[in-house]
């Protein structure tokens, strides 16, 4: 077949199709082609799902654009043929042999979980699907929503950043985007979720009785976060990582955009076996940009310039230390009394970190108040049933610019709770599905239930079949069930 023929089908193909991406959220859509998935040819540019595959992403330019103004770029394609078979223990990373909790080990733990992220990766440009070292994939179904995924490269959008968050020069507030990528043991877990596109298992996450029994030992999810905030007011994104994203043009807004994407920050969580003896089984971990660091690095190098802020296995639930760095922060303060968290005293390479609440990990574009674990902690479905944040977190004395400097409700239960250690696999709140610390799985399965009430229960697949409207199928009788339903059909509901 030739090539020229190829793209103009496929151009005529994205404008259809476009449109529809372009409104994930808005159920009035109106889908008229019918045979998308018999036509679709060209793997590069394959927006369109097949039947039972989940969409690639949410939101994109229209293809004419794409072909006029980004002739050269490529297009956003999920990772999703999870595997079905859980990959034996061989295949466990080699650091798990590195002890952790051990002050002169750790950070030859934290730079080997970062080597393992890149082996591979940096030669396919973090495209999952051109690692020739390692298999990666992707949470299905973040393309739902406002804060879909965007088609250029897979980043939904995920936080605001506060003024002077980052640094004292940073006036404006600015947005995080980001992309999580699954290892081959994560992929298991994701299978016996999503493997049956028309009906996800929300147990598989969950260690209690019934349940899949959560992530297994291997496990390494990582994500890297985009900022559209850059070396003006942050300088340590001097000499930045790049990448392009159809995002909103600021945060309270739905106005989608192509923007420079820098990287500031990498998150990682491994579950590690040596973490259950903390009483939690993961171990988090996250870094920061430092462009200042590059020393003549150029494109996809520049991910080099991740340098460690630290690691946390578990919430010191006993350790109260009332104090936080307020923004902008100046210094890194490290807390001496936490046990649970490492973090790299090194401010010759590592800028100034706020960290969370007491001095737990937290990453720059994280809020000073919380902490990784302790967020995280809180995933399950409905994920409606816990705060990722307590608003304990945003009550407290405030500075000049507003920030919280101390805060004031510690005392409170849901505070408390809020740093306690919780099992992997097991719910922060009873009413919940354990997601097992996985916030995009959390977010995922809330997704697809409301998307499945919007839809009546189809698959995206059935959906582009038919070229009906949802609103053409839409029965009332159904239009209030979604995650409900699910939960008593699984005989769930407490
Ligand atoms: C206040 C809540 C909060 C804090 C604090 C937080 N995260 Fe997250 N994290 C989220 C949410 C929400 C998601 C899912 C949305 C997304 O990825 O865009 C997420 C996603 C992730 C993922 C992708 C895997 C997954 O399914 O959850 C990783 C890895 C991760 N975070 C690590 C970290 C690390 C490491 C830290 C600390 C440096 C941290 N997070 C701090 C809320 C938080």
Redesign the pocket.
Known sequence: MKKSWLVATMIFLLIIVMSNCDQTSDPNVDVTETELTETETDDQHNYFPEPDKYPDFGYMISAEDLAKDYPDAEVFKLSQDYPAQKPGDDQIPDFFDIDFTDDAHWREYIDAVRDYCFEGMMAAGFDANKNQERNWYH?PFMHWGPQGTEGFSGL?K?AQISPYQLTPAQKGSHQTY?L?YYNEFAGYTLHEMWGDPRNPNPQATSALAGGGGGFPVGTV???LLYTDADETEVDYLTNPYTIKGYVTDVWDSDNRVVKNMQLIQM???VRDPRADAFGTGWV???FCYNGKLNDGKTGVERVKNLVPVGIQYGNDPDVTTNKITAYPPLETWINPELKETKINANADELPPQHL?WGGR???PV??NT???MS??AT?GFPQSTAA??PKEAFIGDRNAQGSITKLTNVDAPEWKKYYTNIKCGTPYDVDAISCDF????S?ALGYYYDWKVNEDGKTYADYQKSGSTPDDDNHPEVAHRGADAHLEAHNLKK
């Open positions: 949470m939904a995920e980001a999580g999810i990582f994500k998150d990682f969580m988090f971990g996250t969370g990990l937290d990453g994280d809020l919380a902490s990784c967020c995280h995933a990722l944040v996985s916030l995009q799985v977010l």
